[in-house]
């Protein structure tokens, strides 16, 4: 499978004013909006935090700091509000790969399209 990138705003949803623009990976087998520890102080402070552990792909246990409410909004997509999660990243080339979890997609109304390698408009939200 091929890799899909998209454009993202990220926002604090009391602050709006603290505000990120990046470039983001899909990794389906995620769940959130997932962004770099060394981030944390671009979105100011949140009304909640807390602490959670989560499993890499590699199996590791790793503990991240989920902070809400934020406002996520996919290029192209519906704006949606949510949580991000930070964890410890190690930076590639000199830069991050904050990922975009399914439960972002499936609020945001987006579809991965395997075929096109691209993300696509979901027309109905599931209800069965």
Not at 25 to 40: C, E, F, N, Q
Not at 82 to 108: C, D, K, R, W
């Amino acid at each position: 499978m091929g890799r899909i990138v998209s454009s993202v705003t990220i926002a604090n949803a009391i602050h709006p004013e603290f505000e990120i623009r990046c470039d983001a990976l899909v990794d389906t087998g995620t769940s959130g909006m997932i962004l770099p520890a060394a981030w944390k102080d671009r979105l100011g402070n949140f009304a909640a935090t807390r602490e959670i552990r989560m499993e890499t792909a590699d199996q590791r246990i790793v503990t991240a700091e989920v902070c809400g409410p934020a406002r996520v909004q996919i290029e192209g997509f519906d704006l949606v509000f949510n949580e991000v999660t930070y964890i410890h990243m190690a930076p590639v080339e000199g830069g991050y790969e904050p990922l975009i979890g399914y439960i972002i997609l499936e609020q945001s109304r987006a579809a991965v399209d395997m075929i096109g390698h691209r993300l696509v408009p979901i027309k109905y939200m599931d209800l069965k």
